[in-house]
């Protein structure tokens, strides 16, 4: 194919990935799942992901509290789903993971 017609069938298939993943991140909100908490973006509000979360290719989780720590595992609720990633707060800080 020419092109135009790639660029065309790569934007598409990028379309239709963001409509799958806004499906199954909007399946997620009220579930519980415990993260790695990996950055402060600003006060109150972190960077973390989940086993389902790969670093630089998936979406992050962002996560609204204070007094998190980088490297920490928190269990968290998902509270809601937009542009293709999810928000969530702290149920419990600190898991122990075993």
Known sequence: P????A?????????IQSRVMDGFNAG?????????IEER???????ARS????PEVDGEI??????????SFVEVVITSASDGG???R???TEVMIT
């Open 2 to 5: 020419d092109t135009d017609t």
């Open 7 to 15: 660029l065309r069938r790569a934007r598409l298939l990028e379309d």
């Open 28 to 36: 997620r909100v009220g579930s519980r799942c415990t993260v790695l």
């Open 41 to 47: 973006r600003k006060r109150g509000l972190y960077a």
């Open 51 to 54: 086993y389902a979360e790969s």
């Open 62 to 71: 962002l996560v609204e509290g204070d007094g998190l720590s980088r490297g």
């Open 86 to 88: 999810v928000t969530a």
């Open 90 to 92: 702290p149920i419990q």
